[in-house]
């Protein structure tokens, strides 16, 4: 019964103690510090894990990774039952469980059960999947004793990227419709839609075909090998940073990339050739090349986002079909690809709260959402009555040869791409099919429209908390003063921008600005990090010029 049920808890939370006193929050994605803080708290999460497939009589993920953080920390994020990010109220559980103290642990899981009025005797399935990081196996192994002690099923997947996961968890629930749960599965979804979309490309040299993969030492390095079998060299992939012997997302991955605005350790690079970064558990890509004079050039998700949405556009034309698209970003998209998307393209074009679940939730309010943060996390999520409306056009055997294509195209286009989450692998094929089909070469998508030169920094303060944002975070509330020291400061630039937010996975703030010149926007930022630093109560030296 419950109660012996309870004991076994009990019990088995001993052996993941949890340190008196340390507080952690469900942040932008789950929890995520040091892996030695984290044992009770997969413990834990296995538990609540179990409870939210006994309410939602699904089967519920569980992904141990911290992503693109460095290989010292872990972290855990919950997956519900479509394979989206679990939702706010259980975020909110997630934390009450993770802060009870020992002693009230019992007492934090029964108001959840009564909160949510569970029925504890209904089954339970959770799946549990890794990334590479050292600290990953047993912290999983604690997961899934979380699951057992409550009585539920856990299923290993082991190795997977996070997108895996999701991808396993909604084939399980929709009962093989979206897929086959396994990563075998996984790998012939994707490899087949990709391979039908280039098929009607003729002439592609080996140059065309060939990518090179920089695999930020994790998990996406490892999946990728696996999948180049299947890609018939249709795909050549060059894969660095394998893990073989670099550390994971050390000077190389998505992350740094974007962040760093310059090319990773460990990949060669010749000049005009496609690159791409994964980070460390393979939800976001981003491509970059180097120009004849040795120039950087780098494809963020924002260039991403606009070289899908031309692509989409044009097959919608094509096919006939009248579909209502739109693109989801966030504060930090470049000004000029909003500007583009919005002015050129004529794309309705929403902003949200950093975050996936945000843009996600967005972009379920069109018939086909294109979403991606500027940093490569995205994705295009095509409605049932938009995926039934192509499914029936492609089959129609009354239209003309150019509508069927497009509308294959398009069918495809929905079967390679991961709906339930980014995936660096399934947008690495979309791009690449999209540049085949186009005949288009890395520079041409380059110059598809010029970034405005931007610069991302960090500023540590005491408590991240003192600062409040509205207008999907474009604007400080709080603390007092701040966002008039922002506008004033901006007014000094042209084409200026800057905005101020507390991290949800770090505990920094974060500073973005983007101005007319990179000496411009690396000012402004600096100025923008005194600022905060003065008024939200900045610890450590004061923040100094970049150089
Ligand atoms: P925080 O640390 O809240 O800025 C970062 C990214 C998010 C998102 C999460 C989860 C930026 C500026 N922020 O969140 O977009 O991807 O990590 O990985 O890139
Ligand atoms: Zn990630």
């Not at 005009?272 to 976001?284: M, N």
């Not at 042209?494 to 101005?515: H, I, Q």
Request: contains cysteine; charged residues 25%; glycine residues 8%.
């Amino acid at each position: 019964d419950d109660e012996t049920g309870f004991q076994e808890v009990l019990k088995q939370s001993g052996l993941h103690p949890k340190p008196a006193g340390l507080v952690l929050q469900y942040g932008t994605a789950g929890f995520r510090t040091n892996a030695k803080k984290l044992d009770h708290i997969m413990f834990r999460m296995g538990l609540l894990a179990t409870l939210r497939s006994r309410k939602t009589k699904a089967t519920i993920g569980v992904m141990v990774t911290a992503s693109h953080n460095p290989e010292e920390d872990n972290g855990v994020k919950l997956i519900d039952p479509m394979g989206e990010m679990v939702t706010p109220t259980w975020e909110g559980y997630a934390t009450q469980l993770a802060n009870a103290e020992q002693e009230d642990l019992l007492t934090a899981l029964k108001d959840v059960i009564e909160k949510e009025a569970i029925d504890m005797s209904q089954e339970a399935d959770v799946f549990v999947g890794k990334d590479t990081r050292s600290s990953s196996a047993s912290l999983s192994q604690a997961v899934m004793d979380g699951v057992s002690a409550l009585g539920g099923h856990s299923k290993d997947y082991g190795l997977v990227t996070t997108p895996q996961l999701h991808y396993m968890v909604c084939c399980q629930n929709t009962k093989g419709k979206y897929g086959d749960a396994t990563v075998e599965g996984y790998y012939s979804k994707l490899y087949q839609a990709f391979i039908q979309l280039t098929k009607s490309v003729l002439n592609r040299t080996d140059d065309q075909k060939h990518l090179s993969v920089d695999g930020a030492n994790g998990i996406g390095a490892l999946k990728v090998r696996e999948m180049e079998a299947h890609l018939k060299k249709e795909l050549q992939i060059s894969l660095f940073n394998d893990g073989s012997k670099g550390k994971l997302n050390h000077q190389c991955g998505a992350d740094f990339v974007k962040v760093q605005q310059k090319p990773p350790t460990g990949v060669e690079m010749n000049p005009g050739e496609r690159c791409c970064s994964f980070d460390g558990d393979a939800d976001r890509i981003v491509y970059y090349f180097i120009d004849s004079e040795g120039q950087f050039h780098l494809l963020d998700g924002d260039k991403i986002a606009t070289l899908i949405s031309t692509f989409l556009k044009e097959l919608l034309t094509q096919a006939g079909v009248d579909l209502k698209m739109g693109a989801v970003q966030t504060a930090y998209a470049n000004g000029s690809s909003t500007r583009y998307l919005e002015d050129t393209m004529q794309v309705i074009v929403r902003c949200t709260k950093t975050g996936v679940k945000h843009l996600h939730h967005a972009a379920q309010e069109f018939d086909i959402g294109v979403y991606f943060e500027a940093n490569g996390h995205g994705t295009v999520l095509f409605s049932k009555a938009a995926e039934e409306i192509i499914q029936h056009l492609a089959e129609d055997a009354n239209i003309n040869d150019e509508r069927k294509r497009a509308a294959r195209m398009l069918q495809n286009t929905i079967n390679v791409i991961n709906q339930t989450v980014g995936d660096a692998i399934a947008d690495m094929l979309l791009i690449e099919a999209i540049l085949a089909i186009k005949g288009m070469t890395i520079q041409q998508w380059d110059s598809i429209y010029s970034d405005l030169p931007n610069r991302q920094l960090k500023v540590k303060v005491a408590d991240r908390r003192v600062i409040d944002t509205a207008d999907a975070e474009r604007r400080a509330v709080s603390p007092a003063g701040l966002q008039d020291a922002i506008d004033s400061l901006v007014k000094k630039y042209r084409k200026a921008r800057s905005f101020v937010r507390p991290s949800g996975t770090e505990d920094v703030v974060r500073v973005y600005a983007e101005a007319e010149t990179q000496e411009s926007a690396d000012d402004l930022a600096h100025k923008v990090s005194l600022a905060v630093y003065r008024l939200a109560g900045g610890v450590g030296g004061e923040p100094k010029q970049l150089l």
